[in-house]
């Protein structure tokens, strides 16, 4: 279905939209590596502006941080430095190590969920699901405030995300071995029945009207529950892109967001233009993420453009070629292309990891080195 202009449209320029950044951090004990539930203590010794842009999580294990809305990467970049420093500062003083990894690597002693209303609702609906261990993603919010566009962006959106979730895999340990996947974060969620790729909606009230449904069937307790991996945020006038790990480094972070957020720019202007989403099934859709989610950049991903299977790098540099000249309007291309040979050379927070694992085969050295590439600036 063809967008059609709203109010929103008298908005003189879309050249420069906002971005913001949610990351959730596991809080883990500096000699076993396991879970430590100490998430209150941490958000109690915050203070000032650093206090107000941190959030309870549903796991004691669990600290959310969250940028304002920003105009350019260095302001992001600062805040996400300011916000990481900070919790360390009082992970530490709670006796844990804050860690940017996407999935519990090796064991979480207490499930509880924090003392919520909400909390304790999820727990009776969904059960053991609600009490996996936990697991850690980054979210990006794009400033896009006329809903009918949000929702057209999503639809695009479908045959990019298993490109940008296969660049933020970080998690490929579990249980304190290597699980096969690069992202073990992304298996563990398939057992929430509101989480997975996003679904073609033809407009904004098809959206709502879905989710109604969903949530009078029970499935979700509310809109806030869409899950969806691209989703017109249910708190603020975004799309966030929500399909990644948490990422082990600030320049991983900012590079997703740069790359999400030109990859907006980039589809909300072939909505007004009248291009039209790519149809893909489903069940594609679903493997394509599997693969991303298996493989990293390591190996190769679905095309779900014109079909088969490309190598994860031959992809990034399509993704590329799409969203150079937004990147480029943003002034963030040459930020992006170093950070793209950095990741490159270095490989993904999961290719780092196993990189570890292997030369030192002691799971503790792993977190060693995820906690001090989180802290560093």
């Known amino acids: 279905m063809a967008y059609r202009p709203t109010v929103a449209d008298t908005v003189p320029d879309l050249s420069t ?23 209150d203590q941490v958000l109690a010794a915050l203070r000032g502006p650093v206090r107000d842009q941190s959030r309870q999580e549903f796991r004691h294990s669990m600290v959310e941080m969250v940028t304002p809305a920003c105009a350019d990467l260095g302001d992001l970049r600062a805040h996400l430095v300011t916000l990481r420093r900070s919790a360390v500062v009082a992970a ?26 909400r909390y304790h609702a999820m727990s009776r609906r969904y059960g053991p699901v609600a009490h996996d261990p936990a697991v850690c993603g980054c979210h990006v919010h794009v400033g896009l405030p006329d ?53 073609y909606f033809d407009s904004a009230a098809d959206y709502d009207r879905t989710v109604d449904e969903l949530i009078a069937a029970g499935i979700m307790l509310d809109a806030a529950m869409v899950y969806w991996y691209a989703r017109p945020s249910s708190a603020y006038p975004t799309v966030e892109v929500r399909v990644g790990d948490v990422c082990p480094e600030v320049d991983d972070a900012v590079l997703v967001a740069a790359l999400v957020r ?61 969203i150079a000249p937004a990147l480029l309007r943003h002034g963030d291309l040459g930020y992006v292309l170093a950070q793209l040979a950095r990741l490159r050379r270095d490989g993904t927070g999961a290719t780092r990891q196993r990189r570890v694992w292997e030369r030192t085969g002691d799971l503790r050295a792993v977190i060693d080195d995820l906690a001090a590439r989180t802290a560093a600036g």
């Open 17 to 39: 939209l906002t971005l913001g950044v949610e990351e959730e951090y596991l809080l883990l004990d500096p000699d076993s590596g396991r879970n430590l539930p100490v998430a």
């Open 92 to 117: 530490a003083a709670a006796g844990a190590r804050l860690v940017a990894v996407g999935a519990t690597p090796i064991a979480e002693p207490h499930r509880t969920v924090p003392d919520e209303p």
């Open 147 to 199: 809903r009918e566009l949000a929702v057209q962006v999503c639809n695009h959106l479908r045959v990019w995300l298993p490109v940008v979730q296969a660049i933020t895999t970080n998690s490929p340990l579990h249980d304190g071995s290597d699980t096969g996947h690069a992202s073990w974060r992304s298996m563990q969620l398939e057992r929430w029945p509101s989480i997975g790729p996003t679904p």
């Open 262 to 322: 030109s990859l907006v720019a980039t589809l909300a202007d072939e909505v007004r233009a009248g291009v039209t989403a790519p149809p893909v099934r489903d069940c594609l859709v679903a493997a394509a993420h599997w693969r991303a989610a298996h493989d990293g950049l390591d190996g190769e991903l679905i095309d779900l453009r014109g079909g088969g299977t490309q190598p994860a790098w031959d992809l990034v540099d399509d993704l590329m070629a799409v």
